[in-house]
């Protein structure tokens, strides 16, 4: 009996599962190391099935019709897909080959089983991402987007989702096939921003985010649009943005109002700090001239009865005398009221009235004070002089309160169309967190006071430790820079 055929060397230790059968009944003469192992059979084991018994599923006439379609030539072979089942009851998916061969005058057939369980996982879990993947994009809103950008100047959309057509009023194969059409759909101010922030992204390879107007003329309206995409290089030098698009019109109208708001109420914080000014001017005047005058008054009549009362009543002189310093004390009251309520050193302008403040604030808290200033006064109308005075002194009263400083330096610089007061301590300074207290009104009320200049104020360290404010504001007409003086 002649000794039954078996694998050649190769196939025996080939990766794929081989199989030799008998072309009439299908059953295995012999399998490779792979089949063996994949099925958990030993070759005795195998020796006794057939492919009907390995493969379950496979129906005998279908198979049958599929073998007969290989005829007799040597080398054609046919393939088909089914499961393999295991030793221990479980099964996998296999593509099997089936091809004629002749050894010693036999028909055989190779089968040639290709494990497709690692194929099927991975098809699975490409259509898992697939699927949550669109159900992100649908619940996207805006337009996720891909737009490549080619070395000689060409852009093209490869992938839009379906929000094109709600957002941009395109469809999508309008702006794959023409991707000039977005560029055209960005109005004229902001289309030179929208290339410029593509380039930069493209040469720093960096996030590209742009916000900007389109004009939809579909529906004759205006939106403004957020793109924000990442970059990365493709083939052939060309550069890849993936990113997405969203309509943010609500929210620039909303910031928009919330600017025109402000303004609103930075005009009337302005109108009533300028109304009080003056209110405070004409109590001041009212104070200085009827109170004043009343006074001034009284002392010359109190002098003239003093001068006639006999020396033989010293009681009455003494009430006299009384009388006269306690008008002496109402007079200064009056007359420090009244500088409070408006300085009288505006009239001489502010380089006049910040040196007078920083003298009589030195004199009062017994704060070295020195200030330097140009030579000559700087033109500023009476709304700007108080506002700027004003600020100055609201800064000094915090550096006495919290500051814990033994000196304080001003300057106030003329530069071109600007002047600038710089007012520094050497105090403890001011930390972060104080600029976030609810109640620091002072320091709201100084910066309010600057934007109603048209300026600016900030807070920083001094040089050697302490605070320093800046105030910025622009003058009417640029002038020439003085010399100071201290």
């Known amino acids: 009996m002649s000794p039954l055929p078996s694998l050649a060397a190769e196939m025996q230790a080939a990766a794929s599962e081989i199989y030799l059968l008998d072309a009439e ?115 996207t809103p805006g337009l996720v987007y891909q737009f490549v950008l080619h070395p000689d100047g060409r852009a093209d959309f490869p992938w839009l989702s379906d929000g094109c057509s709600a957002l941009l009023g395109l469809s999508v194969l309008e702006l794959q096939h023409d991707a000039s059409l977005f560029e055209r759909l960005i109005l004229l101010d902001d289309r030179k921003g929208y290339l410029e922030s593509m380039q930069a992204s493209r040469a720093a390879m960096s996030g590209w985010n742009w916000e900007g107007r389109i004009w939809i003329d579909a529906w004759k309206d205006v939106k403004w649009i957020n793109l924000r995409a990442t970059p990365h ?8 943005w993936d990113g997405i ?11 928009q109002e919330v600017l025109r708001s402000r303004a609103r109420l930075a005009e009337l914080t302005d109108h009533i ?55 002496d004390r ?83 610089r003329r530069q071109r169309g600007h002047l600038s007061l710089d007012i520094c301590d050497n105090g403890r300074g001011i930390q972060p967190a104080d600029r976030l207290k609810p109640h620091s009104f002072g320091l709201r009320g100084m910066s309010e006071r600057a934007k109603a200049l048209g300026g600016t104020l900030s807070l920083s360290s001094a040089p050697g430790g302490g605070t320093m404010v800046t105030i910025k504001i622009r003058l009417a007409t640029p002038q020439r820079t003085e010399t100071s003086k201290e």
């Open 273 to 327: 700090e300028q109304v009080k000014e003056q209110e405070r001017a004409r109590i001041a005047r009212e104070i200085h001239d009827d109170l004043g005058g009343n006074l001034t008054a009284i002392k010359m009549a109190l002098a003239m009865l003093a001068a006639r009362l006999p020396d033989s009543q010293p009681a009455l002189l003494e009430k006299a005398n009384y009388l006269d310093d306690l008008v």
């Open 233 to 240: 290089l493709v083939d052939g030098g060309a550069v890849q």
């Open 25 to 139: 009944t299908l059953a295995v003469v012999d399998a490779n190391q792979a089949a063996r192992l994949n099925l958990g059979m030993d070759a005795g084991a195998l020796g006794g099935t057939d492919m009907y018994t390995l493969a379950p599923g496979l129906e005998r006439a279908a198979l049958a019709e599929l073998l007969t379609g290989l005829g007799d030539e040597i080398g054609a072979q046919v393939g088909l897909r089914t499961h393999l089942r295991r030793l221990d009851g479980s099964s996998y998916p296999v593509r099997l080959c089936f091809l004629r061969i002749v050894r010693d005058d036999r028909a055989l057939l190779l089968a040639i089983a290709d494990d497709l369980s690692l194929e099927q996982a991975s098809a699975r879990a490409l259509a898992q991402s697939q699927a949550r993947f669109d159900a992100i994009v649908r619940n």
């Open 245 to 255: 698009m969203s309509n943010i019109s609500a929210s620039k109208q909303e910031q």
């Open 330 to 412: 109402t007079i200064e009251a009056v007359h420090r009221i009244s500088l409070d309520l408006r300085p009288t050193m505006l009239d001489l302008g502010i380089v006049a009235a910040l040196e007078w403040q920083a003298r009589e604030f030195e004199k009062q808290m017994g704060i070295a004070c020195v200030f330097r200033g140009p030579d000559e006064d700087i033109l500023l109308d009476d709304d700007h002089a108080t506002a700027l005075f004003r600020i100055f002194q609201e800064a000094l009263t915090n550096i006495a309160k919290h500051a814990g400083a033994t000196r304080v330096t001003v300057l106030l």
